[in-house]
């Protein structure tokens, strides 16, 4: 009777110890970090907290920030979605090699990202030195920040379309190309409705790593304040400052992002298994 | 344009879409690269050498590989408890611990790394407790440590979790009913199904930890031979105009995440070869 009660005892106390283990881990690695970013930024209050952002320098890198998220995160889109559409729906001989080749970026140091635009257009080489002469600027200035970006997002989108797309197959398009559809209209009225809120976390996390890429825009931007600081590189200049109040509440902006990206990740996933499930009722 | 013939779909669109992935992807990745092939090609040989093994960037890659293997195997074990707890179980908060596995992926690095070292300086909210003991944390390798365990885990977490509910539970019970003890059939049933999933989670964990940047600059605090990791290096040199000594231990590293990159494609044909 006893060995019975104690293994029952043990079996209930598994489950438990893993439970408990798990949300002290995750909550000491996870979210202590993610309240110490909100608690920082609003120490000394609201007002300290809004008055960071009345501020040139600021204001300045938030409006780097979105013109670089403007241009990078729209070409990522398009170039996502043309190799989703590739890569998904036909075969050819080197597919493995194409999405290797698409991961690349992600498995790269974001420092080595950085390197690899200054080795291109820096004034070491014959291409740098001509635009000396002719006055263009890539490297520390906006231009490498942006190529840069783009760079370092460049996998995200289709990442996330190509298996999707896989796993929707071609019935679909096939069938409209059977009733005369052409091209664009078979995207735009058959392959997009199935792949739109997929497409929408993408573009969502896309744009949250663009705005928030640290390494490699550090290495091309020059840290010119005012200039070629983004956010997150102001918010290093602030924390180097010892300005902690105004760094965490700028930083609070990108973790917000963040979280908006979590949310819509799990809004996602939501969605995804509750038509899973109203399929297999239906089918 | 042999494959053509090769292509079965009446879908249109092959070509163009074909073009303008290769396009782009040559312009913006390929190009570049080669950029740093090409420069490291013309540095001589012994320069290469000197560059990539002089005392400073040997302390680097100590501490870059060491705290990033060790972040790893923390996250193989923790992750995997999590990851089995998060599929298993059901319990109050289950999907808010499920949703905030992917923080360290969604939120930018340097707001990361300024959280973090608020958290685990001696005066902060863990770091005072360590602080009583004896032990400094932000600053010292542990920190480094700290940091790469954090990004690292939504890798294994979620390389993870879709083995684990792809697992058949006839198996196990199966197992449970021929006489084998929970452990036994975690050890021989269960742990060796999802081995594969494990190995590159933990690879990828790994490769992450050994590029990283921004997480890591800000808690280490950047004593050369002390905590100075590789990345931070490579910046360094950069600053200085080092061109050349940026680009060989740049090389190094990126040789490093080549081969990590080819284990885990081997692991994951491996696992497919076994299924069949």
């Given amino acids: 009777m006893t060995t019975n009660r104690s293994k029952r005892f043990r079996e209930r106390s598994v489950p438990l110890l893993l439970i408990f283990i798990t949300t002290a881990f995750l909550a000491l690695f996870l979210l202590m970090p993610l309240a110490a970013i909100f608690v920082e930024a609003f120490r000394k209050g609201a007002q300290a907290y809004f008055a960071s952002f009345n501020d040139r320098y600021a204001m300045s890198a938030i409006r780097l920030t979105l013109l670089t998220a403007a241009i990078a995160v729209p070409m990522n889109v398009v170039f996502g979605v043309t190799a989703a559409w590739c890569i998904a729906k036909f075969e050819f001989p080197g597919k493995n090699v194409l999405i290797t080749l698409i991961d690349l970026p992600f498995a790269i140091s974001p420092v080595i990202a950085g390197l690899i635009f200054v080795l ?25 920040i942006v190529l840069a970006t783009i760079f370092v997002t460049f996998p995200f989108v289709a990442r996330e379309l190509i298996p999707l797309m896989q796993e929707q197959g071609t019935i679909e398009e096939e069938a409209a190309v059977s009733l005369g559809a052409g091209g664009w209209d078979i995207f735009w009225k058959v392959t997009l409705p199935n792949i739109k809120w997929g497409l929408l976390y993408s573009v969502i996390l896309c744009n949250a790593r663009a705005m928030g890429e640290f390494g490699a ?17 102001h918010v290093e200049t602030l924390y180097a400052e010892y300005s902690y109040v105004a760094a965490f509440s700028v930083a609070s902006l990108l ?6 990206t979590l949310v819509a990740k799990t809004a996602l996933e939501w969605k995804t298994k509750r038509k899973k499930e109203g399929k297999s009722i239906s089918g | 344009m042999k494959w053509k013939f090769k292509q079965h779909s009446v879908l249109p669109g092959f070509g163009l879409t074909l073009g303008v992935t290769l396009t782009y992807l040559g312009l913006i990745v390929l190009l570049p690269l080669s950029l740093l092939v090409w420069n490291t090609s013309s540095l001589s ?66 707001v990361s790394g300024i959280a973090l070292t608020t958290i685990y300086a001696s005066n902060g909210w ?89 997480s890591v600059v800000f808690i280490s605090g950047n004593l050369p031979m002390k905590t100075e990791i590789t990345a931070f290096l490579i910046v360094t040199k950069l600053e200085q105009f080092d061109y050349a000594g940026a680009t060989a231990i740049s090389v190094v590293m990126l040789g490093a995440s080549f081969v990590l990159m080819l284990i885990i494609n081997m692991t994951q044909w491996y696992a497919r070869r076994g299924k069949k």
């Fill in chain 1, 120 to 144: 291109a257009f820096g004034r070491q080489t014959m291409l740098g030195e001509w635009m000396i002469e002719h006055d263009i600027k890539i490297i520390f200035a906006v231009p490498g």
């Fill in chain 1, 217 to 233: 825009v550090s290495v091309v931007s020059g840290h010119i304040r005012g200039e070629t600081n983004t956010i997150p590189l």
């Fill in chain 1, 255 to 260: 973790a917000f992002l963040g979280l908006v």
């Fill in chain 2, 45 to 110: 040989w012994s320069d290469f050498l000197k560059a990539v093994s002089s005392a400073q960037v040997v302390a680097s890659y100590k501490l870059t590989f060491g705290a990033a293997f060790l972040a790893a195997v923390v996250n193989a074990v923790f992750g995997f408890i999590a990851a089995w707890t998060l599929t298993r179980y059901k319990f109050p908060g289950k999907k808010l611990l499920d949703a905030i596995v992917d923080m360290p992926f969604a939120m930018p690095t340097s």
């Fill in chain 2, 126 to 214: 863990v770091g005072s407790w360590f602080n009583q003991a004896g032990i400094k944390i932000a600053y010292t390798p542990i920190g480094v440590f700290i940091a790469l365990t954090f990004i690292g885990l939504p890798f294994v977490v979620r390389t993870l979790q879709p083995s684990l509910e792809d697992l058949d539970k006839e198996i196990e019970e199966a197992a449970e009913s021929l006489g084998a003890t929970k452990w036994q059939t975690f050890w021989r049933v269960i742990l060796p199904s999802v081995l594969p999933a494990l190995a590159t989670g933990f690879t990828l964990a790994f490769a992450r930890a050994l590029g990283e940047y921004g």
